[in-house]
């Protein structure tokens, strides 16, 4: 009977089931919705389609006659209230043969059908299709596994559009696409993704023996007695993995807010459902069932798209959580197992950048976490095409999927741990030495001219992705390769005489630059404080001299442009231009300042705070850099996320206090929307947002169009916060590695065996920290010891032996054009000690003598 569906009939004439979908479509139409109106002819279509699937299951076509049935809009409720009182179908047989059709369909990449041959007809009916399983489910309660995997399959060609809510919804807008968006409506529903996800992960109190237990504990006792179907898992991973790949590709190409509203609904509702253990058990599922661990590349869809959405609900948990919360009994990855968890992901990201090959055509673009829409998810400004895309190349906008949100999870994760002591080993957030070798290939082609595009893959992309994941001497070494680069290339321009007072740095070099093109060299007159013009010739030293005696004044908070943490790191004051005219100007010309210094390998005194840094490197600020900016707001936002009460009672609303004092919205209508149990985190995440990187925007802004002028982004996107500032300002050691210093220091008129060289170390090692910076600066106007130690000190450190015959005859000089401390030769190191201290005092320098 099913089979000769497919057939025409014996007088000619369309096949039965194409006449039949052709009639129940006519009927559709004019039917305006409600079970009391169904006219008897669809009824009678409808019943004529039920006596079909009732004897379907076994028929090798079942597969074909489910989609055609379920391809009819709205026809979901109708199947449902014919079966009424009657033997139900066999609806796990017919899911099941409908899930295997579609996956032979999806691997073959057939776009025909029996009933509609194009591909886009095709498409439509499987939207539809889809739109009335949801809504049988929701009616009836179909067998979880069959259902999920035919939606798996379904979901692919279900656009973020299409859901309740969306812009484009219209009230003069198709019945069909009025039914479609009210039977998806469970597909974000926060409730039924809730109660989804805890059916198939078996996280409920009411699905194990024991309700005293975490939802966590409670899904591993059900995986213990094989009650959690891997099936089901994987289906409901792909499901929403592809949703949420669907809405990020929207919110990169139309910068829909919509979208943005559709991601970070089923992100925050799947990360923090069940106490935030849905991480913590899909990492399980993936660690279980997939084989990956081995240096593999998961071949498996089902697999990248469970590793996807694992990464992307810890993101969003990581997002507003502290150190201590990552460490604590509810983190979403248990402490035992957080280094496992680096190790495996990042050969899991080494593997698939070098193995994940992008094919021509395909463009694949970074998330550019700094262009939001005051949301903690990405948006990319830059992107080419739209939500359809992700069908086009499916396989390849998946691996780039994982590989991007996988590489960012890390990213927050190294973060974290970077602002406290004693965390996990610096290789364990390394790449295997495979993927290492490569990149220090990489480097070296580099040094050698421009790299093609695409010459070096897996460095180019573990660049990208995860820089983290290459030792920081590597990536140090390619930056000074491409800075190099760019120093060769300013050569040919003029030099830039700049003529300034001692008295009036920024004012005069402001001036005197204000047109001049920052890539050139500098050359830097001084005026004394009696106007006379200093001796010396500028060969970088009286340069660099220059712009750290104007970071010192600049950067000072006293001066209005810049404000201090409690532990004095600095940042742009947003309210600047009440001590300052033009202060956006002012700070262009700092970030120009900070910028000419990386350009030139300067290290300067200025340290900034870590949420400022991420600005300078494009990245997005997160919940726990609030710690560092308003410890006080911090510690009140941490007890709002523990309140074990009812949070509405504390009367807060989605406001935020600016630094001017007046309120400001953190939603539409704020004022008059309640902080509660279920939207704290959303608010949590809002303030800080607003405050780390909404207020200080437009100061920060203005920095950065200056310090963008001379630093490319692909300089600095390789780097961390913390080891931005090392670049910046030299490292974090404190005091000279003496032996360091004796290895790279050169000689005139002596030598390392002298007993000038020997008394001078011996003098350094004796003093105290403070006084070997002092040091430090007198000899190269700056007090930090350069990136990576001595050896990397441009011009080298040099010691030039002064004959003398009477210990009092003169004091050390130095000329910091050349890193060059004028020595005596004094009788012992003890009063070569005291000498260099009395001259430092002096802070003269150069013209000391």
């Given at each position: 009977l099913v089979a000769s569906v497919f057939e025409p009939p014996p007088g000619g004439g369309p096949p039965g089931l194409r006449a039949w979908h052709s009639a129940v479509l006519a009927a559709m139409a004019v039917w305006p919705g409600g079970a009391a109106s169904v006219p008897e002819r669809l009824r009678g279509l409808v019943g004529v389609a039920v006596a079909w699937l009732r004897h379907a299951d076994s028929c090798p076509r079942a597969a074909e006659l489910l989609e055609v049935v379920l391809g009819v809009p709205r026809i979901g409720s109708l199947l449902v209230a014919s079966q009424a009182g009657r033997q139900p179908l066999p609806w796990a047989s017919l899911l099941k043969a409908f899930a295997d059709g579609l996956e032979a369909s999806e691997q073959a990449n057939d776009a025909t059908s029996p009933v509609q041959p194009k591909a886009l007809e095709r498409e439509y009916l499987l939207v539809y299709a889809s739109g009335?399983?949801?809504?049988?489910?929701?009616?009836?309660?179909?067998?979880?596994?069959?259902?999920?995997?035919?939606?798996?399959?379904?979901?692919?060609?279900?656009e973020v559009s299409m859901l309740p809510g969306a812009p484009s919804e219209t009230l003069d807008e198709p019945l069909a696409m009025q039914g479609l968006r009210q039977q998806l409506r469970s597909v974000a529903d926060p409730a039924a993704v809730t109660r989804l996800f805890s059916q198939v992960l078996h996280m409920s109190p009411g699905q194990t023996a024991d309700g005293s237990l975490r939802p966590f504990q409670r899904h591993t006792l059900a995986v213990a007695l094989h009650e959690v179907s891997p099936k089901s898992v994987e289906a409901l991973c792909r499901i929403y993995s592809v949703l949420l790949l669907r809405a990020k590709s929207v919110m990169r190409t139309a910068r829909s807010g919509w979208a943005l509203q559709v991601f970070t609904g089923l992100a925050n509702t799947i990360a923090y459902m069940e106490g935030g253990d849905v991480a913590k058990s899909l990492w399980r599922f993936v660690m279980a069932f997939y084989d990956w661990r081995e240096g593999r590349c998961p071949q498996s869809t089902g697999c990248q798209h469970a590793l996807h959405i694992q990464a992307t609900i810890l993101s969003h948990l990581l997002s507003v959580m502290s150190?201590?919360?990552?460490?604590?009994?509810?983190?979403?990855?248990?402490?035992?197992?957080?280094?496992?968890y680096i190790t495996?992901?990042?050969?899991?990201?080494a593997t698939l950048a070098r193995e994940g090959s992008i094919p021509e055509g395909?463009?694949?673009?970074?998330?550019?976490?700094?262009?939001?829409?005051?949301?903690?998810?990405?948006?990319?400004?830059?992107?080419?095409?739209?939500?359809?895309?992700?069908?086009?190349?499916?396989?390849?906008?998946?691996?780039?999927?994982?590989?991007?949100q996988v590489g960012r999870t890390l990213g927050q994760l190294k973060m974290l741990w970077s602002r406290v002591p004693n965390g996990p080993p610096q290789q364990t957030w390394h790449a295997p030495d495979t993927a290492l070798a490569e990149f220090e290939q990489f480097v070296q082609v580099s040094g050698q001219g421009e790299v093609p595009p695409g010459a070096c893959p897996c460095a180019e992309r573990l660049l990208r992705y995860a820089p983290h994941s290459i030792p920081f001497e590597q990536r140090v070494a390619l930056l000074r390769v491409w800075l190099e680069a760019a120093r060769v290339k300013a050569r040919r321009l003029p030099y830039v005489k700049v003529v300034v007072r001692r008295t009036h740095l920024f004012e005069d070099g402001l001036a005197a630059l204000a047109s001049a093109d920052w890539r050139a060299r500098f050359q830097v007159v001084f005026v004394n404080e009696a106007g006379m013009t200093e001796q010396g010739q500028d060969a970088g030293g009286l340069f660099k001299e220059f712009l750290e005696k104007l970071a010192e004044t600049t950067f000072n908070p006293n001066y209005g442009l810049f404000k201090a943490t409690e532990s004095r790191c600095l940042f742009p004051n947003p309210e600047?231009?009440?001590?300052?005219?033009?202060?956006?100007?002012?700070?262009?010309?700092?970030?120009?300042?900070?910028?000419k210094a990386i350009l030139e390998g300067i290290v300067v005194e200025p340290q900034f705070a870590p949420f400022f840094l991420a600005k300078l490197l494009g990245r997005h600020n997160s919940y726990y850099d609030l710690q560092s900016f308003d410890p006080a707001l911090f510690a009140n936002l941490q007890r709002l996320k523990s309140y074990e009460g009812n949070v509405a009672d504390l009367c807060c609303s989605f406001v935020a206090s600016s630094s001017e004092g007046r309120e400001v919205p953190l939603l539409p209508d704020g004022p008059n929307v309640p902080v509660t149990n279920e939207n704290r985190f959303r608010y949590v995440y809002l303030l800080s947002n607003y405050k780390l990187n909404v207020e200080l925007k437009a100061a920060s802004a203005a920095f950065l169009r200056g310090f963008t002028q001379l630093v490319e982004e692909r300089w600095i996107r390789l780097l961390g916060e913390d080891e931005l500032q090392q670049v910046i300002s030299g490292s974090k050691s404190e005091g000279i590695d003496v032996e360091d210093l004796k290895r790279h220091t050169q000689y005139t008129n002596c030598s390392v065996g002298d007993k000038i060289s020997s008394d001078f170390f011996k003098a350094v090692a004796d003093m105290s920290i403070k006084q070997q910076l002092q040091l430090l600066r007198f000899v190269t106007s700056c007090s930090r010891t350069p990136l990576l130690g001595f050896g990397h000190l441009v011009p080298p450190f040099a010691i030039t032996k002064v004959p003398i015959s009477d210990d009092s005859e003169r004091l050390p000089t130095a000329s910091t054009c050349f890193n060059t401390l004028k020595l005596p030769s004094y009788s012992n190191w003890k009063v070569m000690k005291a000498k260099l201290e009395f001259a430092m005092e002096q802070g003269a320098g150069f013209e000391l003598d």
């Open positions: 009335n399983l949801w809504e049988i489910h929701q009616a009836i309660g179909l067998s979880l596994e069959p259902f999920l995997r035919a939606q798996s399959f379904l979901t692919e060609y279900v150190h201590e919360e990552l460490r604590s009994p509810e983190s979403p990855l248990r402490e035992e197992e957080l280094c496992e495996l992901t990042t050969r899991l990201v395909v463009v694949v673009v970074r998330e550019d976490e700094d262009a939001q829409l005051d949301d903690p998810m990405m948006v990319d400004e830059g992107a080419q095409g739209s939500e359809g895309n992700l069908a086009a190349a499916p396989t390849v906008r998946l691996t780039e999927a994982v590989l991007e600047c231009g009440k001590y300052h005219e033009r202060a956006d100007v002012l700070l262009e010309f700092l970030g120009l300042v900070i910028g």
